[in-house]
Structure formats: C-alpha cells, structure tokens
Nanobody
Framework: QVQLVESGGGLVQAGGSLRLSCTVS????????MGWFRQPPGKEREFVAA????????YYVDSVKGRFTISRDNAKNTVYLQMKSLKPEDTAVYYC?????????????????WGQGTQVTVSS
C-alpha cells in the first residue's frame, strides 16, 4: 500500500491554468499505474486521465483531450496533471489514484490507493 498526497488546486478564472501534483510514498512508485479522477458537486467520481507505470502510455476522457496533460517523474515519486483552458464544468475535487496493473485502466474500482483530493474551482 502507498500513500498519496495531492496539491495544486485552487480558484482560477475560465481559460486559466493549474498544475496538480500527487506525491506518492514508498519505493515502488514506478511499478504503479496512476490516474486522475474528479468528483463534481453532487455527482459521482469520474475518470479524467491515466498514465502507465513507465509513462509511455496515457489516456484521457474526451472532455479534457487537448487541454489536460498527465505526466510522471518516477525519480520524484510524483504524478502531475497540467490543466489548461479551464472551464467552469471542470470544477470538482480532483483525486489521484494508484493501481498495480499493466497498461491503462479507467474504472474507480481498478485503483487500490487514493489521495484525499484537492479542490479545483473555475469561475466564469
């Protein structure tokens, strides 16, 4: 089991940018696939982006393609979510998640470890 801590959330105007970070404890970070999910107010948690353990493969939900970029630095045990051209509908609590599997997955249940979440609010 690993522990995940997100940071970088905040309030931003529409069209602005934010970069979320998720630092993972433990020496086995490079063996975990990582994902970012979000939970808008009053809605269920949903998939945003995923990255394979090596960083060589990524996948995004259609609504963020071309605006968000997921990346990882295995030397720093950190995964990032760069968000640009933010929209009010991106407002949510953002969570990072870790899973020990090959390839990419998008279901909440596939990830065994979660951070506490960081709030992102986009004003119009």
């Amino acid at each position: 089991q690993v522990q995940l801590v997100e940071s970088g959330g905040g309030l931003v105007q529409a069209g602005g940018s934010l970069r979320l970070s998720c630092t993972v404890s433990g020496r086995t970070f490079s063996s975990y696939a990582m994902g970012w999910f979000r939970q808008p107010p009053g809605k269920e948690r949903e998939f945003v982006a995923a990255i394979s353990w090596s960083g060589g493969n990524t996948y995004y939900v259609d609504s963020v393609k071309g605006r968000f970029t997921i990346s990882r630095d295995n030397a720093k045990n950190t995964v990032y979510l760069q968000m640009k051209s933010l929209k009010p509908e991106d407002t949510a609590v953002y969570y990072c998640a870790a899973g020990r599997f090959g390839g990419l997955r998008v279901e909440v249940g596939d990830f065994g470890s979660w951070g506490q979440g960081t709030q992102v609010t986009v004003s119009s």
